[in-house]
């Protein structure tokens, strides 16, 4: 079966600029999570959804970060007014909640790089 | 608040040798989830293993197993027989499970830089 898929794989764009990143997580995932990796660095939770509750939006570093989950299934993650310190590498993931695990499954990432 | 320390920045091992990757957790919740990611450089993150804080055996998944020891709140990875394309960034995470149920947040270590020479 096919796994979280993420669009565009890479992104440059120029300090100030709005980008759109995209994830469809697996087929029957209630949970969809955003992180942020930057250079060298681990993963930096962002933004979580689950089914129909509100998001947790705990992980956001600022109000130029903003997602949205429509119809329970694809998520949009939007970067307004770009810095260069949003360069970093967007992963989302997704899981079922079914069992204590609920193990996340990562795309391959959006690498952005803002000029 | 959680958190995640991986110590080793890097670690060499012989190809067929194994080899063990460190990482201790600090958490006051009683119930807790560890999991253990690869990251290639590709940079897909792919799941390896996963221990339940009340499992009451060490997790194993092929030539992955983890040693988990609650009372010193670690969960080194152990992988045997080292193979060239084991080579790849290794991270520990943690979940802490919701008293109400579903899903939170993984809290990631830095990451350990596994390289596994012929």
């Known amino acids: 079966g096919a796994g979280v898929s993420q669009s565009p794989s890479n992104k440059v764009t120029e300090k100030g600029k709005d980008v759109e990143l995209r994830c469809d997580p697996i087929s029957g995932h209630t949970a969809l999570y955003w992180y942020r990796q930057s250079l060298g660095q681990g993963l930096e939770f962002l933004i979580y959804?689950?089914?129909?509750?509100?998001?947790?939006k705990s992980g956001l570093p600022s109000d130029r970060f903003s997602a949205e989950r429509t119809g329970g299934s694809v998520s949009t993650l939007t970067i307004q007014r770009t810095q260069q310190e949003d360069s970093a590498v967007y992963l989302c993931?997704?899981?079922?909640?079914?069992?204590?695990?609920?193990?996340?499954?990562f795309g391959p990432g959006t690498r952005l790089l803002v000029l | 608040a959680q958190k995640i320390t991986q110590t080793q920045p890097g670690m060499f091992v012989q190809e067929k040798e194994a080899v063990t990757l460190d990482c201790t957790y600090d958490?006051?919740?009683?119930?807790?989830?560890l999991f253990w990611y690869k990251q290639p450089s590709s940079g897909e993150m792919i799941f390896l293993i996963y221990q339940g804080s009340y499992d009451q055996q060490n997790a194993t998944e092929g030539r992955y197993s983890l040693n988990f020891q609650k009372a010193r709140k670690s969960a080194n990875l152990v992988i045997s027989a080292s193979q060239l394309g084991d080579s790849a960034m290794y991270f520990c995470?943690?979940?802490?499970?919701?008293?109400?149920?579903?899903?939170?947040?993984?809290?990631f270590g830095k990451g350990t830089k596994l390289t596994v020479n012929p």
């Open positions: 993931a997704s899981s079922l909640i079914r069992s204590e695990e609920e193990t996340q499954y």
């Open positions: 995470a943690m979940r802490e499970l919701s008293s109400q149920g579903g899903s939170e947040k993984l809290v």
């Open positions: 959804f689950q089914g129909n509750s509100a998001p947790d």
């Open positions: 958490t006051s919740d009683p119930s807790y989830g």
